[in-house]
């Protein structure tokens, strides 16, 4: 996949993002589908679990197999990408913080990503 990714011309933090959204993809059909349902808060409850497992369960993991190989591991974010995350933690906190999230407050995170996905690809 990184061979492939790369001879299209794209920068390497799009296999990160490509690996990323093949190991969310069951959950978040699932997210979408509870969503659809109107069932908004089992659409977050999905959607936010399984990233939340998935990160915590990949970067012990990878730092385990960087010790083990001896590698350096680095796991650092850009200016860019932080303000990214301050942005989504803050509209996070908000939409959990009423009790029941909204179409709207989903909609700002979906842009949210979509910019995220935009500045990986066009730096």
Do not use: Y
């Amino acid at each position: 996949m990184e061979r492939v990714i790369l001879w299209f011309g794209a920068p390497k933090a799009v296999v990160g993002i490509a690996i990323a959204i093949l190991v969310l993809l069951p959950e978040s059909l699932a997210a979408l589908r509870a969503a659809r349902a109107d069932r908004l808060q089992t659409s977050l409850n999905l959607a936010l679990g399984s990233a939340l497992a998935s990160i915590g369960l990949t970067i012990p993991a990878v730092a385990c197999v960087a010790i083990i190989l001896g590698q350096r591991l680095d796991l650092g974010l850009n200016m860019k990408d932080t303000v990214l995350l301050a942005l989504t933690l803050f509209v996070g906190v908000i939409a959990l913080g009423t009790g029941r999230p909204t179409v709207l407050q989903g909609m700002v995170h979906l842009i949210i990503f979509a910019a995220f996905l935009f500045l990986s690809i066009v730096p």
